[in-house]
Nanobody, 120 residues
Framework: VQLQASGGGLVQAGGSLRLSCAASGRTVSSYAMGWFRQAPGKEREFVAGISYSGGSTYYADSVEGRTTISRDNAKNTMYLQMNSLKPEDTAVYYC??????????????WGQGTLVTVSS
């Protein structure tokens, strides 16, 4: 499985971005997927996760209420809609997939990351 994250960019505080993660190589419709981020000088952290069907979603407290994770299994693609962005959301965002149907702490495949920069 190869994952390609896209959609990052420069946005002002309060703005919105929609990240996409396109999977190739095989279908990921039976895999849980997630978004992580790594800010400069910090460790990578979990942002949001979604079950294989999209029926279950999970969010970090830091993005809860401002962010929506979704997936379109027909397109083999996952999304992260981020609203009310803050400067502290600045990071490289990575998508990941787990060979399990529900969100877990271990992910098997990782994308290359897309940079989100939020200016104040």
């Amino acid at each position: 499985v190869q994952l390609q994250a896209s959609g990052g960019g420069l946005v002002q505080a309060g703005g919105s971005l929609r990240l996409s993660c396109a999977a190739s190589g095989r279908t990921v419709s039976s895999y849980a997927m997630g978004w992580f981020r790594q800010a400069p000088g910090k460790e990578r952290e979990f942002v949001a996760g979604i079950s294989y069907s999209g029926g279950s979603t999970y969010y970090a407290d830091s993005v809860e209420g401002r962010t929506t994770i979704s997936r379109d299994n027909a397109k083999n693609t996952m999304y992260l809609q981020m609203n009310s962005l803050k400067p502290e959301d600045t990071a490289v965002y990575y998508c990941a997939a787990a060979r399990a149907p529900y969100v877990s702490s271990s992910y098997d495949y990782w994308g290359q990351g897309t940079l989100v920069t939020v200016s104040s």
